[in-house]
């Protein structure tokens, strides 16, 4: 499929557990970033990156992992997951537009 | 602090009628401003954009109005329409391919 799909899109684990969520995009862009949306918060940056095995903090980084081994991959992993981590994921990416284009993004829940 | 505000969390405009979006921020150097909606269960979709060189950007029945002096954008809908209904993000950027820096959202609602 073209475009940037995530995977999975609905997710429950327990508080403690490793998590990765997946982001895929077609369009090889060399940008991708992670979003996070709560309630009262709109969407914040988890972690951002220009290309390849380079990759940037955002906002909100704390128990967050992130990887680029591959230009149209990043992948995003809680190493520990907590209640708080509890969110909407979205992952983007863009090229030479300043406009970003999102994934349908994944529900994360942390029991 | 929030650099991007949108202090209206909803917005009820009966169709056909102009829906009018607002946002303020704070940094004086973000350069680009856009406006995404949002249905339930997907992610933003981009609407409409504005550089911080301009004060208008028009796109079919959507307007996005920049006053730099106010530190003010406003997105507005020409008719609206039913399908219209969402949430409505305002964000910000310093330049292409940075962050995104995203207000609150309001959830606007078409009556027909």
């Known amino acids: 499929d073209a475009g940037i799909t995530q995977s999975p899109r609905y997710k429950i684990t327990e508080t403690g557990r490793q998590v990765t969520l997946m982001c895929h995009q077609t369009?090889?862009?060399?940008?991708m970033f992670w979003y996070r949306q709560d309630l009262g918060h709109g969407l914040r940056l988890i972690y951002y990156s220009a290309a390849a095995d380079i990759t940037d903090k955002g906002e909100v980084p704390d128990g967050y992992v992130v990887s680029r081994s591959k230009t149209e991959n990043f992948p995003l992993t809680l190493e520990s997951a907590t209640r708080s981590q509890t969110s909407v994921y979205f992952c983007a990416s863009s090229e030479s537009d300043v406009e970003q284009f999102f994934g349908p993004g994944t529900r994360l829940t942390v029991l | 602090d929030q650099q991007v505000k949108q202090n209206s969390p909803s917005l009820s405009v009966q169709e056909g009628r102009i829906s009018i979006l607002n946002c303020d921020y704070t940094?004086?150097?973000?350069?680009?401003f856009l406006w995404y909606k949002k249905y339930p269960a997907e992610g933003p979709t981009f609407l409409i954009s504005i550089s911080s060189i301009k004060d208008k950007n028009e796109d079919g029945r959507f307007t996005v109005f920049l006053n730099k002096s106010a530190k003010h954008l406003s997105l507005h809908i020409v008719p609206s329409q039913p399908g219209d209904s969402a949430v409505y993000f305002c964000a910000a950027s310093y330049r292409r391919n940075t962050p995104l820096v995203f207000g609150k959202g309001t959830r606007l609602s078409v009556i027909a």
């Open positions: 369009w090889s862009h060399s940008y």
């Open positions: 940094n004086s150097m973000f350069d680009y």
